[in-house]
């Protein structure tokens, strides 16, 4: 039976809509401060639609975007819960990366913030292949110029394209040089 739109769930009608394990939920409770579903004795958790609303924001952010949780905090804290809440949706406003480096060396993906090379060539026999490495602009220090602007759903599209190509060429990378 379908539940009325307005209606409170349980974890596990949110976890199988999202498509995440119920841990990943108490988790993410336990990483976002906002996210605070009503609790009923023995502590059986009940999410209202603003809740569900806020972790598909979340969901979309750090599975779709490639977000890491710092960076969701942070949109929170700078953006709020109510632009998170709205993320999800295919016309609403996406955020402008930074491209700041955390403290912890945690960074945002930004485009263009840094390098990828690839080495085909095996150094010893028990090499597992192609090496793939990430080089730091020079002044990692400085956040991308916020000129940069955010990225188009068009342009994401395409770079996640492009992630997809270049892992297939990884993939025949390995079988030819196997």
């Not at 809740?51 to 929170?76: A, M, N, S």
């Amino acid at each position: 039976m379908e539940k009325a739109p307005g209606a409170f769930r349980t974890i596990s009608e949110v976890a199988q809509e999202l498509e995440v394990p119920q841990h990943v939920l108490r988790f993410w409770e336990s990483r976002f401060r906002e996210i605070r579903p009503m609790k009923r004795g023995g502590g059986r958790r009940y999410y209202r639609p603003d809740d569900l609303d806020l972790l598909r924001g979340i969901r979309h952010l750090l599975y779709g975007e490639g977000y890491t949780i710092r960076g969701v905090q942070r949109l929170l804290r700078e953006q709020g819960a109510r632009f998170v809440q709205n993320v999800w949706h295919s016309d609403a406003a996406q955020p402008i990366p930074q491209g700041e480096v955390e403290a912890d060396g945690e960074a945002e993906m930004v485009p263009g913030a840094g390098t990828f090379s690839v080495s085909a060539a095996r150094d010893s026999p028990g090499d597992e292949g192609p090496q793939v490495s990430w080089k730091e602009p020079a002044a990692t220090a400085g956040a991308i110029p916020a000129s940069t602007g955010a990225m188009s759903r068009e342009q994401a599209e395409r770079l996640r394209a492009a992630l997809h190509d270049l892992t297939e060429c990884r993939r025949l990378l390995e079988a030819a040089l196997g």
